[in-house]
């Protein structure tokens, strides 16, 4: 996943709450570059460097998107790191992975 493919959401995106029957998927709406919104599933979350992270998937296409998590509970905010740490936090992510 490239920084690129990242960079065609909106950088300032808010995580909604979605139910659904007795599993509670974790939903954020994405913007993408033309103004649509976008309903992804947040299907993992982490910690690393005293910062907490969300990985978002589009079930649409498959996409993958890696966001870091600024703000407490439901309401946090996604935003996308900058090029050095999306390198870092990338690289940890695939160590808890192996």
Do not use: R, W
Request: charge should be negative; hydrophobic fraction near 40%; include cysteine.
């Amino acid at each position: 996943m490239s920084q690129k493919e990242i960079a065609a959401a909106e950088m300032k995106m808010y995580m909604v709450k979605t139910a659904v029957g007795d599993h509670e998927p974790l939903m954020v709406d994405l913007e993408d570059e033309n103004g649509n919104a976008v309903q992804c599933e947040v299907v993992d979350g982490f910690a690393y460097k005293e910062n907490e992270y969300a990985i978002v998937e589009n079930h649409e296409n498959g996409s993958v998107y890696l966001f870091k998590v600024v703000g407490e509970g439901d309401m946090g905010e996604l935003v996308i790191p900058d090029d050095a740490e999306f390198d870092e936090v990338s690289e940890y992510y695939a160590s808890l992975e192996e």
